[in-house]
């Protein structure tokens, strides 16, 4: 997944595009590109990013296997899962039933996206769910 340019799974890179509402989350990549999600929408979001990475790296005769957990799936590949709350920012790197390891840490552009998110949208923190 780390392959496919990030506009095709309908990433962005730019922060100054963020909506003046404050959205319910997003996915984001080990490099910061991130993807807004509706309320209740990081699995449809994560199925829909697999599925055209899959398309995409099929297309370049690439092989990879995403795990069947969609959540699983994008915590292997780094990404992470951000939901905005009334005064914070939580973040999800992995889950502990995952059988590869995962960062156990935010890097460093994905802990300056989560600080841009606090200040833009005036919360008061950023923590792990």
């Known amino acids: 997944m780390n392959e496919v340019p ?3 799974l309908g990433a962005d890179s730019d922060v100054t595009r963020l909506p003046d509402k404050r959205p319910y989350g997003f996915w984001v990549d080990r490099s910061g590109n991130f993807r807004e999600v509706a309320p209740y929408g990081h699995e449809d979001a994560a199925e829909d990013m697999i599925r055209k990475s899959s398309e995409y790296l099929t297309s370049k005769q690439i092989p990879y296997t995403f795990d069947k ?3 699983n799936a994008m915590f292997n590949e780094s990404w992470m899962r951000v939901v905005t709350s009334y005064s914070t920012v939580y ?3 992995g889950d502990d039933r995952l059988k590869r390891p995962v960062p156990v840490s ?3 552009s994905q802990m300056r996206f989560l600080n841009f998110v606090k200040d833009l ?3 008061e923190r ?3 769910e």
Do not use: G, I
């Open 121 to 123: 949208y005036d919360l």
């Open 106 to 108: 935010p890097t460093t």
């Open 91 to 93: 973040y999800v790197m």
């Open 6 to 8: 990030r506009k095709l």
């Open 69 to 71: 957990n969609p959540y």
């Open 126 to 128: 950023v923590k792990p």
